[in-house]
């Protein structure tokens, strides 16, 4: 069964700073991973899909990595500001028996200080 | 583009009652999810129709959700009757076609509130 956890729960960081997000999964028969913004009281934001042949995608101050051998994902943010505060899932397809849905992680809430 | 439309976005209903939520795709998505993200949590699949078939409905308590999805569009997700831990955000997705490499785009959920 295909977990997915993100580490850390919470991080607050002043304006600026460089930062890291961690998502791990167990399964790393997956098809693609897609990490996600969730602002307070509103849907999901696609942010960048990663297919499973990629090792990495970069959209402005963000850039995604994957590692499936290691069943690993970073979700750098370059230069952060307090517009990027909000909560960040990642989520994967694939796995045995996966149809196509998403299985998410916890996430991890950002909170830039100006 | 017109994104994935739900309705409606907010709801407050006593246990016991019933209540249905609506989602429109974005035109042309043959696939569409609805999922349940309860307080804290991140979103869990409820069930994921190809065109107007059921592909997985494992997780859906069939005791007291059902879904349709009429002519491959719209869809509706209904609870009855409800309890106090279905209070959540439901959320509708919908890809293009394949269902195992395509981006999910979603909605912005409609929140239950269960008392």
């Known amino acids: 069964k295909q977990e997915v956890t993100q580490i850390p729960a919470a991080l607050s960081v002043p304006e600026g700073e460089n930062l890291v997000l961690n998502c791990s999964f167990t399964d790393s028969a997956i098809y693609n991973l897609q990490w996600f913004r969730q602002d307070p009281g509103k849907g999901l934001t696609s942010l960048l899909l990663i297919q499973s042949s990629q090792r990495e995608q970069t959209s402005g101050r963000l850039n995604a990595s994957l590692d499936k051998s290691s069943g690993r994902s970073t979700l750098y943010i370059a230069a952060s500001q307090p517009g990027d505060s909000a909560t960040y899932l990642c989520a994967v397809t694939g796995g045995s028996s996966n149809t196509g849905k998403l299985i998410f992680g916890q996430g991890t809430t950002l909170q830039v200080k100006p | 583009e017109a994104g994935v439309a739900q309705s409606p976005r907010y709801k407050i209903i006593e246990k016991r009652q019933s209540v249905a939520f609506w989602c429109n795709p974005i035109s042309g998505h043959a696939t569409l999810y609805w999922y349940q993200q309860i307080l804290g949590q991140g979103p869990k699949l409820l069930i994921q129709f190809q065109n107007n078939g059921v592909v997985d409905d494992s997780q859906l308590p069939k005791d007291r959700f059902s879904a349709e999805r009429l002519k491959g569009v719209d869809s509706t997700l209904k609870i009855q009757p409800a309890k106090l831990e279905d209070s959540a955000v439901y959320l509708c997705?919908?890809?293009?076609?394949?269902?195992?490499?395509?981006?999910?785009?979603f909605g912005p959920g409609t929140r239950l509130t269960v008392l």
């Open positions: 997705a919908s890809t293009l076609g394949g269902r195992t490499y395509n981006e999910q785009f």
